[in-house]
């Protein structure tokens, strides 16, 4: 079995910071491509930001500049650094971590979500 938990999300006021992590436990081989996406009300989720175990990283265009996501292979972690946030950045936000098990093929796990809240 495999768990994975976000933590971090919260109230923060227009242009403050917040830093999103996710991490996986439980019976894991190896963590490939992890990612950050996100769910507005009334829109649909989409990815914000990803990085390879390659180290490859990709970004939606409103966040480049301003998020930056890395990761800690030691700790099946990944990190969301959040920097000059804007109330448009206001959704819940999601994990997806692409793992092999022991036993089976690469399969993709998601997180049950943050709330992230840029208000003032």
């Known amino acids: 079995q495999v768990q994975v938990l976000e933590s971090g999300g919260g109230l923060v006021q227009p242009g403050g910071s917040l830093r999103l992590s996710c991490a996986a436990s439980?019976?894991?081989?190896?963590?490939?491509?992890m990612g950050w996406y996100r769910q507005a009300p009334g829109n649909q989720r989409e990815l914000v930001a990803s990085?390879?175990?390659?180290?490859?990283?990709n970004y939606v265009d409103s966040v480049k500049g301003r998020f930056t996501i890395s990761r800690d292979n030691a700790k099946n972690t990944v990190y969301l650094q959040m920097n000059s946030l804007k109330p448009d950045d206001t959704a819940v936000y999601y994990c997806r971590l692409d793992i092999q098990p022991p036993i089976g093929m690469v399969r993709s796990y998601w997180g049950l979500g943050t709330q992230v809240t840029v208000s003032s």
């Open positions: 439980g019976s894991i081989v190896s963590v490939y491509t």
């Open positions: 990085i390879t175990d390659g180290g490859t990283t």
